[in-house]
C-alpha cells in the first residue's frame, strides 16, 4: 500500500493499565491500517478496549508497545514516544475530535464555541470558514445562541463544527450519539456520512449502535483487547 | 461575521460563569487594595503633616526650667503639680546669641476646679505677651474677637475646644476657682487642630499678678534663624542655669517613635488583608479550574500547548485582581476622609493636616502590587490547569 494513501498504519498496538498491581491488558496487539477517505467504525462490548485504541490511534495517549504512523510518518514505534508538545501539534493538525459529552464552553455562544480551536492555533484560522461549517450542520440560525438554548443534538453538532473548523484530516468519534435519541442519533450517522462522502474525511467512529455503525464502509469488532475476526 | 476569538476573550467570559464568586473575589481584592493605597498614603502624608504642624507651633526651641512639664497634657498627667519657674530676666539671656529670631514668654499656671465635670477638673491658663506671642503664632485664626485689648486686662482668648466645652462666647465672663477672680472672653480661636485648641490664653502680666508669679515664667518660645545651627544653640542654651532646652525635632522624633508602633500595627493588618486576598483569589481560580476539569482538556485536545492554557488562567487572576485594584483605589480616593478619622483613632498623635496623601503615583503603585499579587496568586491554579491531560479528562466522564 502506497504510504501517500494510508491515514493510519497501527502495528502492534498494545496498551496495559496498572491498578496496583494488577495489570489489564486494554488493547492486546492491534493491527490495522486506515486509507484516506475511509469510514471505519469500531464496535464491541463495553470495556472491549474501544476507546483505549481509538485514543492511542489519536494520538490522545500513547501505547504501552507498538508502532503508529500518520499519513506515513512515524509518530512512535517501539521505545520512541512523543512529548506532550508533540501529540498537540499533531492533534491540532490532524484531528478533530468529538466525544459523548459535547463539552462545549457554556459562557461562550454557539460561534465562538466552534471557533474556540483558533484561540490556541492561529494558523489555522486563515482558511478556514466557520460558517460554511454551520452552514452545512444545518446550526447556522443558531450562532449567537447559548449551548444550554440548544437541544442535545444541535449540542452535538455545534461539537462536530468545532471538530471540523481546523480543517482535521481524521475525524474521531467516540460514542458520539451516547446521549442521544433514535432520531438525532440517524441525523448525526448521516451527518458523518456525508462529512465522509462529500469531504472525503477520513472518520473514525466508535458506536455501541449497530445500526450507526452500518453507516461505515468497515466495521471493526473489538473483543477483549483483539479485533474479532469477521465470523 | 468576521468574529474572531482570542484566550483573553475566553478568560474574561469564564469570570461570567459565577458572577457572585468572581463579585466577591473582586470585593476582597478591592478592600485589601483600599487598606493598602491608604495605608502608603499615611505613610506619606504622616510626616508631612506632623513637620506642617511643627512648623505652625510657630517656634522651634522651647526653654523651661528643668523638670517642668512642657505642654498642658503632661501637666494634666501630673495633676496640675509639679510646674517650675525660670526668672524673666532669662529671657535677655537667651536673645543675645544670634541664632535666636524671635522669642516669646510664657507662664503656665494650673488650678483644679471641684465643679467642673463628675469629679472636677484641672484648668490651665497660659500666660502670654500680647505682642510677641501674636506675631509667632501668625497662624491662628479667630473665631470670634481678638487679642487683649491692654497687656494687663482681665481677659482671655479661648482656643476652639475650650470654648466648646464651656460654652463660652465672646463677652461671657468666666470665674478662676479658687482665686475668686473673674475674668472676660474676648476672643475664641478657630480649630486648629493643636495643643492651643484646649487652652485658655491670658495676658503674662495677668497670670503672674493672679498666681502671685510676678516676674516668673515657665517657658520661653525661640524662633530660630533659618540658616541657624540648631545644636549649637542647644548648647549654649544649655549654659543657662537649671534649664532644659525642648527642641520641636526631638518632639518629632518621640512623636513619630510613638507611631512607628502604630505602623506597625497598620502594616500588619494590611499585610493580613492582602494575604486573605490572595488565598480567595487562589481559591476562586482553583475552584473554578477544577469544575472545569473536562472543558480544559478538550481545549487541550483541540490543540492548546500548556502554556496557553496557563496564559488563560493566569488571565482570568490578572482581570480579577485588576478590576478589584481599580475599584480598592476608587474607594480609597473618595473615602480618605473617612479612613483619615479611621486612622486617627489609631494614633497616639495625629497631626492636624490631612494624615493620608494619595495620588495617582501612589495609585499606580498600588495596582502594581495588586497584579503582583495576582500574577502570584495565579501561579498555582494555572499550572494545575496547564498539566491537565486531555484523556485524564474525557476518562473522567465514567463510561
Ligand atoms: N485509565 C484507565 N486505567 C485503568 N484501566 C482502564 C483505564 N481506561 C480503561 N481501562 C480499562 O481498559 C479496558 C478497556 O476500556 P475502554 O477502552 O474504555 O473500553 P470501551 O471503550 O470499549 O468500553 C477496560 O477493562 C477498562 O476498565
Ligand atoms: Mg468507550
Not at chain 2, 523651661?64 to 505642654?71: F, I
Request: aromatic share 6%.
Amino acid at each position: 500500500m502506497a504510504p501517500d494513501t494510508s491515514a493510519l498504519e497501527a502495528l502492534h498496538l498494545t496498551k496495559i493499565y496498572k491498578r496496583g498491581a494488577e495489570e489489564i491488558l486494554a488493547v492486546d496487539d492491534v493491527s490495522l491500517t486506515v486509507r484516506k477517505g475511509e469510514f471505519v467504525s469500531f464496535v464491541g462490548p463495553s470495556g472491549s478496549g474501544k476507546t483505549t485504541l481509538i485514543n492511542i490511534l489519536g494520538c490522545l495517549d500513547n501505547a504501552t508497545s507498538g508502532s503508529l504512523k500518520i499519513g506515513g510518518e512515524t509518530v512512535f514505534a517501539e521505545n520512541k514516544y512523543l512529548s506532550e508538545s508533540d501529540l498537540t501539534k499533531i492533534r491540532r493538525q490532524v484531528f478533530g475530535y468529538i466525544f459523548q459529552k459535547f463539552y462545549l464552553v457554556p459562557t461562550l455562544t454557539v460561534y465562538e464555541n466552534v471557533i474556540l480551536p483558533f484561540a490556541f492555533f492561529k494558523k489555522a484560522e486563515a482558511n478556514a470558514d466557520p460558517m460554511e461549517i454551520l452552514r452545512f450542520l444545518g446550526i447556522d440560525k443558531r450562532t449567537s445562541h447559548r449551548p444550554s438554548e440548544l437541544s442535545g443534538g444541535e449540542m452535538q453538532r455545534v461539537a462536530i463544527a468545532r471538530a471540523l473548523v481546523n480543517k482535521p484530516e481524521i475525524l474521531l468519534a467516540d460514542e458520539p450519539t451516547g446521549n442521544l435519541d433514535t432520531k438525532r442519533c440517524e441525523e448525526i450517522g448521516q451527518v458523518l456520512r456525508s462529512l465522509n462522502e462529500k469531504e472525503g474525511l477520513t472518520v473514525l467512529l466508535v458506536t455501541h449502535n449497530p445500526a450507526l455503525a452500518k453507516v461505515a464502509g468497515r466495521t471493526i469488532t473489538l473483543r477483549d483487547g483483539k479485533i474479532a475476526q469477521p465470523a | 461575521m468576521a468574529k474572531k476569538i482570542n484566550i483573553y476573550q475566553v478568560a474574561y467570559k469564564n469570570l461570567l460563569r459565577k458572577k457572585t464568586r468572581t463579585a466577591l473575589t473582586i470585593l476582597g481584592i478591592g478592600l485589601s487594595a483600599w487598606v493598602l493605597i491608604s495605608l502608603l498614603g499615611f505613610n506619606r502624608g504622616y510626616e508631612s503633616a506632623l513637620n506642617k504642624d511643627i512648623d505652625n507651633m510657630g517656634f522651634q526651641v522651647l526653654v523651661t526650667a528643668k523638670g517642668c512639664p512642657y505642654e498642658a497634657a503632661t501637666l494634666m498627667l501630673k495633676g496640675g503639680t509639679g510646674l517650675r519657674y525660670m526668672k524673666e530676666s532669662i529671657l535677655a539671656d537667651i536673645l543675645k546669641h544670634k541664632e535666636v529670631e524671635r522669642l516669646t514668654p510664657q507662664l503656665m499656671a494650673a488650678i483644679f476646679d471641684p465643679n467642673k465635670g463628675e469629679s472636677g477638673r484641672i484648668n490651665a491658663y497660659l500666660g502670654v505677651d500680647p505682642v510677641t506671642f501674636p506675631a509667632m503664632k501668625s497662624y491662628l485664626k479667630f473665631k470670634q474677637g481678638g487679642w487683649f485689648t491692654d497687656p494687663t486686662a482681665l481677659e482671655a482668648v479661648v482656643g476652639y475646644e475650650a470654648a466648646e466645652l464651656e460654652q463660652r462666647e465672646v463677652g461671657d465672663k468666666m470665674l478662676i476657682p479658687e482665686k475668686n477672680i473673674e475674668f472676660k472672653v474676648v476672643g475664641i480661636l478657630a480649630r486648629s487642630g493643636t495643643a492651643d485648641d484646649g487652652t485658655i490664653f491670658m495676658p503674662l502680666k495677668t497670670v503672674q499678678k493672679i498666681f502671685d508669679k510676678e516676674g516668673l515664667i515657665t517657658a520661653a518660645g525661640i524662633k530660630v534663624n533659618k540658616d541657624a545651627n540648631m545644636n549649637e544653640l542647644e548648647n549654649k542654651l544649655y549654659d543657662l542655669p537649671d534649664v532644659q532646652v525642648v527642641s520641636m525635632a526631638q518632639v518629632k522624633n518621640t512623636i513619630m517613635s510613638l507611631v512607628s508602633t502604630a505602623k506597625v500595627m497598620v502594616f500588619s493588618i494590611a499585610l493580613i488583608a492582602i494575604l486573605i486576598a490572595m488565598l480567595g483569589v487562589i481559591n476562586t481560580i482553583l475552584m473554578s479550574v477544577l469544575e472545569r476539569y473536562q472543558e480544559i482538556g478538550i481545549i487541550k485536545s483541540m490543540g492548546a500547548m500548556p502554556w496557553d492554557v496557563f496564559r488563560m488562567i493566569w488571565t482570568e487572576t490578572v482581570i480579577l485582581c485588576l478590576l478589584g485594584g481599580v475599584i480598592g483605589i476608587g474607594i480609597a480616593f473618595a473615602l480618605s476622609k473617612i479612613t483619615d478619622i479611621l486612622i486617627r483613632r489609631l494614633l497616639p498623635y495625629a497631626p492636624t493636616g490631612s494624615l493620608i496623601s494619595i495620588d495617582s503615583q501612589l495609585g499606580l503603585i498600588t495596582l502594581g502590587v495588586v497584579l503582583g499579587i495576582g500574577l502570584l496568586s495565579g501561579i498555582y491554579p494555572a499550572w494545575r490547569a496547564a498539566r491537565v491531560r486531555p484523556l485524564e479528562s474525557i476518562r473522567s466522564e465514567g463510561d
